[in-house]
């Protein structure tokens, strides 16, 4: 029995940046945070010669073509090559997918992290986000960035400079113990009430960035410019200018495409700053999931934003990463 977990994760700066079309052409740049809401894997040797599967629907199946999960069966074809192994896997998690914490990516880093354990073998984070990468991007041509399955492989509050050759460098952020707490303490996740796929929207800027759209473009370069005076802020233990930067990004983030807000959290996220929140932004592609805002009167947003209707999401970061729970 193999038990692994995997952190999903909030963007403090620089998100869409992480995209091929537009690193390979201009390098990109984002700082990710790794929260304790986590996808778990477990791998179990069955009693009979099948492959068992469990995640909201259920496969048993005799061969790793006849898989219909997409992940699971290019996953399971990369460790076991030919082979068709005598596995029953089950996965499960804090938080459904959909909601805008890359949990696509942690569920293929925890998938891989729990076959390799399960075959004995050791792998590094940054193969484990390699390999996650090239499962979803290259294998199943999903049009998403590399900061999912980076932030998960690695964990903690993570710098991420992605090179025009395809290369990632990771490096934590150099932020004070006493920063880290204050920030984790006024950072305030609320649920909207919507799932959504981000390959809608992702789709959208990785064409019109393939296609040099000059808005697009310009966008994600202040984008990119803005996530690294969120380093800057946070390096200096600058966090009211850090909430600030964060309602910036956002009013920027939204002028990517139409689908990525509407009159309903356009007025949710009115209401915060009318209410103790100095800036805030929904995490991911857009579209719904979770808005999170940085606070300056957290008991008032909080109560202001839960009479509203909104669910919140309470969390601190996960500085271990992927990682084995159980083996034995």
Request: charged share 25%; hydrophobic share 40%; proline share 2%.
């Amino acid at each position: 029995m193999i038990i692994a977990r995997s952190p999903l994760r909030v963007t403090l700066g620089g998100g869409g940046t992480d995209l091929a079309s537009y690193y390979r052409k201009y390098g990109g740049f984002l700082i990710s945070a790794a929260i304790d809401k986590y996808v778990y894997i477990t791998v179990h040797h069955p009693f009979m010669q099948v492959i068992k599967l469990k995640y909201s629907a259920m496969e048993t199946v005799d061969t790793l073509n006849d898989i219909k999960h997409p992940i699971l069966r290019e996953t399971l074809k990369m460790v076991y090559k030919d082979e068709n192994p005598r596995i029953e896997i089950v996965s499960f998690a804090d938080i459904p997918s959909g909601t805008g914490l890359g949990s696509s990516g942690s569920f293929t880093t925890a998938l891989l992290k729990a076959l390799y354990a399960y075959k004995k073998d050791l792998i590094s984070p940054k193969e484990l986000a390699q390999r996650a990468c090239d499962i979803e991007i290259n294998k199943l041509k999903e049009p998403i960035g590399k900061q999912d399955q980076y932030i998960s492989a690695y964990g903690g509050i993570t710098c991420f400079d992605f090179k025009k050759d395809g290369k990632v460098v990771a490096y934590p952020l150099k932020i004070d113990k006493q920063v880290l707490y204050d920030l984790e303490d006024n950072l305030l996740l609320f649920f909207t009430g919507y799932t959504r796929s981000a390959s809608g929207i992702l789709k959208e800027q990785h064409q019109k960035s393939n296609a040099n759209d000059k808005a697009m473009i310009d966008n994600l370069h202040f984008i990119k410019e803005l996530g690294i005076e969120n380093k800057k802020a946070l390096e200096k233990g600058d966090l009211k200018k850090f909430g600030k930067l964060m309602n910036v990004h956002w009013e920027h983030k939204k002028k990517r495409s139409i689908s990525m807000s509407n009159e309903k959290i356009d007025r949710w996220y009115e209401l915060a700053l009318k209410n103790g929140a100095l800036g805030g932004k929904l995490i991911g592609a857009g579209g719904g999931g979770f808005l999170m805002f940085y606070a300056t009167d957290h008991v008032k947003l909080r109560r202001v934003m839960t009479s509203a209707g909104l669910e919140e999401v309470r969390f601190r970061f996960d500085f271990e990463g992927t990682k084995v729970m159980i083996q034995s």
